[in-house]
């Protein structure tokens, strides 16, 4: 099993955070390794410790002139499956403290409900990062229907694509959407 880990890299002005806890629990994805390259089965409780006794660790390597922070964890962060809500919250409100010139905190996550992407979710953290820009980054592949979906195994769609964009629109977060 892979051992559970935490790790800050700056580069820049820029940070990226990667957890290596609990897998993705989309695993339909054919092209990607990294539901198996996860945790395994790590404890919601255990990551949520490593993350506490680590993270401020972290931050001392890190300059204080941080401004945008990426946020990763083999698979969804706003899925409380993936990521208990507890430690993403430590998350953000450690870094919002360390960095007051923090402008934008961007998380990896599919488009639909039963990975975290809801409204009360996008609301909720929205509020809890207030002034700092929210942004979603989205496996989007291709903008091929059929390559993405049917060769690639995203699952996907242009309709469930549109109206996330709407969705995250209304509620003022910003996405950008990965090609692969
Ligand atoms: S949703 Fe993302 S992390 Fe999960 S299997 Fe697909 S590409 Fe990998």
Known sequence: MN??????????????IVL?????RYTGCNFCALPSAA???VGHNEFHE??????NKALTQVDSNIKEIFLYNFGNVLDPENLLPDTLNLI??????KFHKLSLVSMDNRLEPQYGFTETHLLKINKQ?????????????????????????KGLSDKGFSNA????????????????
């Open 165 to 180: 964009m709407k969705l995250l629109a209304n509620y003022g977060w910003m996405f950008v959407f990965i090609l692969f």
């Open 92 to 97: 953000i409100d450690t870094c919002k403290k």
């Open 20 to 24: 290596q806890g609990r897998p993705c």
């Open 129 to 153: 990062l207030q002034p700092i820009q929210p942004e979603i980054a989205v496996g989007y592949e291709t903008h091929d229907a059929y390559i993405r979906n049917r060769i690639l195994g």
């Open 50 to 55: 490593l993350v506490s006794l680590n993270l």
């Open 39 to 41: 945790s395994g089965v």
């Open 3 to 16: 051992q559970p880990s935490l790790i800050c890299e700056q580069k820049n002005h820029r940070l990226i």
